[in-house]
């Protein structure tokens, strides 16, 4: 062959080399039948393009329409072919040096189905034109056999397919090109270095006998633009008998040689009358999906039988039905089940409208494909529905069914029954192939291995390896499978050399007969990676998980179950590792490729976000980092969210969710959302019979340390009850607010009990007063919160005085008690007692304390407290018995207020943030100490910064009212009266009552004046 003709296809010589297919009769009766898929699907592709069948479009497009190409050059040669081209110019165009060329050997050599349709006719012409040709080259020939030979590029895989297949029919995947001349071949083989490492350069001797019948080969030097070349054109599709394949190391080149096949060749005619009883009944375009699958290239399968399916090129019902099923079987292939149930109901659905074809055996395959879709999803009641609809079902493939129901009781460890499956197929009639045979003996040892019954495992293991050396050969990769098989059981009984033996003797296998791509060795790495996860050698491990990953993404989407679950293997080994990063990266793929899929599976989703939630937990443990427990939190609360969707609260199933979640909030401080975690775990095990009061008790201790751990009044623990409701729904807003006050009177019924049976002397009372203080606060029931809380105070000035630092929480604790009683005076006493208690200690907490003082502030920007004092009405005090009200106490405490404001005056005044409380709040400290000209200095400030026409503002007013008609300043209070309405009448909606009282006092001082 040239080298000029080889440049052609220089710019991808990775795609575009000649590939080598062969057909192995024992592979055809094997596991491994896949491994003739691409064989097959060329001689079906030939056969349909020969018989003027091939067509992927009902109306054919020309070739510059079909490939649109972007190069001026090549647009040119497609609008020419398209214009000027006839079939007598098929072989003048082949060789010509263009697009046409480069394009058609492209489209056969990488499958592409779509690419090679629109060259239907132009095949179908070089082949009737090389027929025409080869008459007259016969006639030239002076001797019975010639020889031709080719130098060009072949994978490894595809030379360790030709080292097993002596004596095999082999074939090429395209047009092949041979020269006469051995030296001009050879030194083109020799020339080149090959552009990748699965590349090699071998020398193809090819010996043809002049006197057979066979596919058509001719000298087409006449026609090439290269007259030098004494070029050999085969079409492609031309059989070949595999001779010899040999290293040459002197010349460090391989050297195949092959003999063309007569049509009448025994191999041949055996081949083409299994691949006619195969496909009997079967649509052409369906089988080359089929076969597409088979060679593991899904996605290319998938868009060829869409296109069919689109292109509506099926007129055949059935032939509609089985494209379906077929589609259906691809989507199994990919990962997508759901997708896969829907194609298979497709077909389904259509068989069962039509009575006639009730009993066709497409009902039963239906059945049987939606029984092992459901069985890979895990769902085996449906699984078992679907069996047993084969099972009742006419022409039914028996085994098939036994298969499928002997696998789903395997998973639900019913081994009994799954071995009694197994031994109805092997004593099924007629006889299964020798495949199915196969797989079931190795799936009984399986079986048996598992039930720890190693002596009978052995028995069938041993059993298959002497049938399938028998049948197939010792080197066959089908003993891979069995290999596999002992390694695992031995691995399991910890005979980690045996198993390390077996594992190696599958992989030896498979390197020298299988495509590197194959899916036998993704599953070999793995049983490898477990081999030294077993010996706890876990970089070892990981390279071999590594490698059944990498095994994987070159025939499945990284979205693929058996792809997350070695993401799954990867990520739980970098975890033992204690590498959470990567793994941390593998999880992270497991959750994307749970989200990606168009049905998402709950189950799955959620398992995905708790294993990341896991992880992030335990990476926080040992980093202590605040962030990655956030993120450890947001990953169980996602599966959380999940869980919801499909269980309820009660559910048993989330008491580790629950406890983990509730933890997490613990650690972080957020009390609140812990409590309400907890309660969620209480509901799973107070509803839940019989009921764990070991449980109860061990989470009602947590709840009892966070209420003692509450330190801060200021916000209720009630999380649903701090929530508005708006942005969810409002019932089961109500839902839920009822299920924490429902737990919050239990924990409070709890610890009532608990106070009961301990003594008054005990250690404990304390802290059940702090806490039944806590709740009765979180009730609101103030007077029954202040009642715990004294006892506790009482306690405590036993042996501790007021300034006691031990005090503190207690003092907030009544201050807030008081300040939601809106007893001002008391909460202003206790304030102040906070305050001093932490100052007399000299504890350096001022942002507490300024939270006290904000608190304090509040206080007084209440105008009903206000205005008690301008009324010169007793406050309401509660007698509490203790000699902590002092009134010089108090005075130096309102004069420190004053001048905490004042200070927050000054150095807030550029920042003007939240100016007009200040100023009243200073206001209202004055007024309380009768200083009436300062407070309304500061009330007319406050005006400056509060919104015009707000209540607010109307408020201040009504203040400054009343303080000048305290110093009987009736015009001024008149004025300021007036100024109050006029704001409230413009206030939408209108406060009448309010507007009624202002009108009232107006009236009154007018009654004053007159």
């Known amino acids: 062959m040239s080298e000029n003709k080889e440049k052609k296809g220089e710019e991808n010589v990775q795609a575009d080399r000649m590939g080598t297919m062969a057909y192995s009769s024992k592979d055809n009766e094997s596991m491994h039948k896949s491994l003739n898929g691409e064989f097959i699907l060329y001689q079906i592709l030939l056969k349909q393009i020969l018989d003027g069948k091939f067509s992927l479009n009902l109306n054919e497009k020309s070739l510059y329409e079909h490939f649109q190409p972007s190069d001026p050059k090549d647009k040119s040669i497609y609008k020419e072919f398209d214009k000027k081209y006839k079939a007598s110019k098929a072989i003048n165009w082949y060789t010509r040096e263009s697009c046409v060329y480069k394009t058609l050997n492209k489209a056969l050599r990488t499958q592409d189905i779509k690419n090679t349709s629109p060259f239907a006719t132009f095949i179908k012409d070089l082949n009737t034109q090389l027929t025409k040709e080869h008459q007259i080259f016969i006639k030239q020939q002076k001797t019975s056999t010639i020889q031709l030979y080719r130098g060009q590029f072949l994978s490894k895989d595809e030379l360790n397919r030709l080292k097993t297949a002596h004596g095999e029919l082999i074939s090429m995947n395209s047009f092949l090109s041979t020269s006469k001349n051995r030296k001009k071949a050879f030194e083109f083989a020799k020339s080149r270095t090959p552009p990748s490492d699965d590349l090699i350069s071998i020398l193809l001797e090819l010996n043809v006998n002049i006197n057979s019948i066979t596919k058509p080969y001719a000298d087409i030097e006449r026609y090439s633009d290269f007259q030098d070349e004494e070029e050999i054109l085969f079409v492609f599709g031309s059989m070949f008998r595999m001779d010899n394949v040999q290293f040459d190391e002197q010349n460090n080149l391989w050297i195949v040689t092959l003999t063309l096949c007569a049509n009448d060749d025994p191999d041949i005619k055996q081949f083409l009358s299994i691949l006619e009883k195969e496909t009997e009944g079967q649509n052409s375009l369906v089988s080359m999906g089929n076969n597409l699958m088979e060679m593991n290239k899904f996605d290319d399968a998938y868009a060829h039988l869409e296109r069919i399916l689109n292109n509506k090129l099926l007129t055949d019902p059935i032939d509609c039905v089985q494209c379906h099923l077929m589609v259906g079987k691809v989507e199994e292939k990919r990962g997508n089940y759901n997708a896969s149930i829907d194609q298979f109901n497709n077909g389904l659905d259509y068989l069962l409208k039509d009575s006639s074809l009730k009993d066709h055996q497409l009902v039963s395959q239906c059945y049987n494909s939606l029984g092992y879709v459901y069985c890979k999803l895990k769902e085996y009641e449906k699984a078992f529905q679907y069996f047993e609809l084969a099972l009742n079902s006419k022409n039914n493939d028996l085994s098939l069914t036994y298969l499928g129901l002997a696998k789903i009781h395997f998973k639900m460890t019913n081994y009994h029954l799954s071995l009694e499956y197994l031994q109805k197929i092997l004593h099924s009639k007629p006889e299964p192939s020798h495949a199915i045979i196969t797989e079931t003996n190795i799936y009984i040892g399986s079986i048996y291995a598992a039930m720890n019954n190693n002596e009978e495992a052995t028995k069938y293991f041993d059993k298959v390896i002497e049938l399938q050396i028998r049948k197939l050969s010792k080197d066959h990769p089908d003993l891979g499978y069995t290999y596999n098989a002992i390694g695992l059981m031995s691995l399991e009984n910890n005979a980690e050399q045996k198993a390390y033996e077996y594992f190696s003797k599958a992989y030896q296998l498979q390197s020298q007969s299988l495509p590197n791509n194959h899916p036998d060795f993704a599953k070999t790495f793995t049983n490898f990676g477990n081999y030294y996860m077993k010996l706890k050698d876990l970089d070892n491990a990981l390279i071999y998980y590594e490698k059944a990953l990498e095994n994987q993404l070159k025939t499945l989407s990284w979205r693929h179950p058996s792809v997350v679950e070695s993401y799954l293997i990867l990520g739980n080994t970098y975890w033992k590792k204690r590498n959470f990063d990567q793994a941390a990266i593998y999880f992270d793929k497991v959750l994307k490729s749970e989200l990606a899929r168009e049905k998402i599976s709950e189950s799955s989703l959620s398992l995905s976000y708790k294993i990341l939630g896991d992880l992030y937990y335990d990476k926080s443990n040992v980093y202590l980092d605040k962030k990655i427990l956030d993120e450890a939190l947001d990953f169980y609360l996602n599966d959380l969210k999940i869980e919801l969707k499909v269980k309820l609260h009660e559910d048993l199933s989330l008491v580790d969710l629950y406890k983990r979640i509730a933890e997490i909030f613990y650690k972080k401080h957020n009390y609140?959302?812990?409590?309400?975690?907890?309660?969620?775990?209480?509901?799973?095990?107070?509803?839940?019979?019989?009921?764990?009061?070991?449980?109860?008790?061990?989470?009602?201790?947590?709840?009892?340390?966070?209420?003692?751990?509450?330190?801060?009044?200021?916000?209720?623990?009630?999380?649903?009850?701090?929530?508005?409701?708006?942005?969810?729904?409002?019932?089961?807003?109500?839902?839920?607010?009822?299920?924490?006050?429902?737990?919050?009177?239990?924990?409070?019924?709890?610890?009532?009990?608990?106070?009961?049976?301990?003594?008054?002397?005990?250690?404990?009372?304390?802290?059940?007063?702090?806490?039944?203080?806590?709740?009765?606060?979180?009730?609101?029931?103030?007077?029954?919160?202040?009642?715990?809380?004294?006892?506790?105070?009482?306690?405590?000035?036993?042996?501790?005085?007021?300034?006691?630092?031990?005090?503190?929480?207690?003092?907030?604790?009544?201050?807030?008690?008081?300040?939601?009683?809106?007893?001002?005076?008391?909460?202003?006493?206790?304030?102040?007692?906070?305050?001093?208690?932490?100052?007399?200690?000299?504890?350096?907490?001022?942002?507490?304390?300024?939270?006290?003082?904000?608190?304090?502030?509040?206080?007084?920007?209440?105008?009903?407290?206000?205005?008690?004092?301008?009324?010169?009405?007793?406050?309401?005090?509660?007698?509490?018995?203790?000699?902590?009200?002092?009134?010089?106490?108090?005075?130096?405490?309102?004069?420190?207020?004053?001048?905490?404001?004042?200070?927050?005056?000054?150095n807030n005044k550029k920042k003007n943030d939240s100016l007009d409380d200040i100023y009243r709040i200073i206001a209202n400290i004055y007024l309380k100490k009768r200083d009436f000209n300062q407070s309304l200095n500061y009330f007319h400030q406050s005006i400056n910064y509060q919104p015009e026409q707000s209540l607010s503002l109307a408020q201040t007013y009504i203040l400054i009212g009343e303080i000048y008609r305290k110093q009987h300043l009736s015009n001024y209070a008149l004025q300021s009266y007036q100024d109050s309405l006029n704001i409230l009448q413009s206030i939408k909606p209108r406060d009448q009552s309010l507007i009624d009282n202002i009108q009232k006092k107006i009236r009154k001082i007018n009654s004053y004046s007159i």
């Open 672 to 906: 609140g959302q812990a409590i309400l975690h907890y309660n969620r775990l209480l509901d799973c095990y107070y509803k839940n019979l019989p009921i764990n009061q070991i449980k109860i008790d061990e989470i009602y201790e947590i709840i009892g340390k966070i209420y003692l751990k509450r330190h801060h009044f200021n916000e209720t623990l009630l999380y649903y009850q701090n929530q508005s409701g708006e942005n969810e729904n409002k019932h089961k807003h109500i839902d839920d607010i009822y299920f924490e006050k429902r737990y919050l009177d239990q924990s409070l019924n709890y610890f009532q009990d608990k106070l009961l049976k301990y003594r008054k002397n005990s250690s404990q009372i304390n802290n059940i007063y702090y806490i039944l203080g806590n709740i009765s606060y979180d009730k609101q029931n103030y007077d029954q919160s202040l009642k715990y809380f004294f006892k506790l105070f009482n306690k405590n000035l036993k042996k501790q005085n007021f300034n006691d630092l031990a005090l503190k929480y207690i003092y907030e604790a009544i201050a807030m008690n008081y300040f939601h009683k809106q007893n001002y005076n008391q909460s202003l006493t206790y304030f102040y007692r906070l305050i001093e208690c932490l100052l007399m200690n000299n504890t350096k907490n001022y942002s507490f304390i300024d939270k006290i003082y904000n608190l304090i502030g509040k206080i007084y920007l209440d105008k009903d407290y206000t205005i008690k004092y301008l009324s010169n009405k007793k406050q309401n005090q509660t007698v509490d018995h203790l000699p902590i009200n002092n009134s010089q106490f108090e005075k130096y405490y309102l004069e420190q207020t004053l001048m905490h404001f004042q200070n927050l005056l000054k």
